[in-house]
């Protein structure tokens, strides 16, 4: 367990140097792109995900700006982003309700889309908006479909990620058989 949770701080840390980079030069570069078009909404949502925990006004107002024009197109990827990332910012302005009801509009069109990696992501992300709020069957039912859907994938600390965070559902429902066997999983797989 102890090298699991290592794995996943080493990651963490390292998408945070990542991100401040990162930062400064879309910063630049969304200055000098006005076009109004599917470059600029991908660069803005780029911008956003590059933030990861550190949300600001002006990257909601940006996040905004690229939702609407992705609905103005009829940019349907930029739509299911879109709803994600709000989800993702809302989670942070410990909005759950407004993070839940958009995690589950990127549901819909993810699998409307038939996007895998980013349905993952929403079920995972979601999931653990549940498990801060104490809907634990919820959760689990996330975490489990995310399994489902991941199983044919290669290991990868992603995909370790569900089983980990299965785990920590058992965990805080009690159930710790199930609780260690999740969290065996997601060792041999990271």
């Known amino acids: ?47 956003s995900r590059a933030f990861n925990l550190n949300w600001t006004d002006t990257n909601k107002v940006l996040m905004d700006e690229a939702f609407l024009l992705s609905k103005k197109l009829n940019y349907k990827v930029g739509i299911a982003e879109g709803h994600f990332l709000i989800g993702w910012y809302y989670v942070f302005q410990s909005e759950n309700e407004l ?20 349905l993952l992501r929403a079920y995972s992300n979601l999931s653990n908006v549940y498990n801060s709020t104490n809907d634990f069957e919820k959760a689990l039912a ?3 479909k995310a399994i489902r859907l991941a199983k044919d994938l290669p290991a990868s600390p992603t995909k370790a990620s569900y089983y980990f965070y299965t785990a920590k559902t058992y965990d805080r ?11 065996e999983e997601a060792k041999k797989i990271a």
């Open 1 to 47: 367990m102890k090298k699991l949770i290592l794995l996943f701080s080493i990651l963490l840390i390292s998408l945070t140097v990542y991100s401040s980079n990162r930062v400064d030069s879309l910063a630049l570069e969304l200055e000098n792109y006005a076009k109004q078009d599917t470059v600029r909404i991908n660069m803005i949502y780029e911008y």
């Open 99 to 118: 993070a839940i009801e958009n995690y589950l509009k990127a549901i819909t069109r993810f699998k409307e889309l038939e996007n895998t990696n980013k």
């Open 142 to 144: 996330l975490n489990l």
């Open 173 to 183: 429902m009690e159930d710790y058989v199930n609780s260690g066997k999740y969290f």
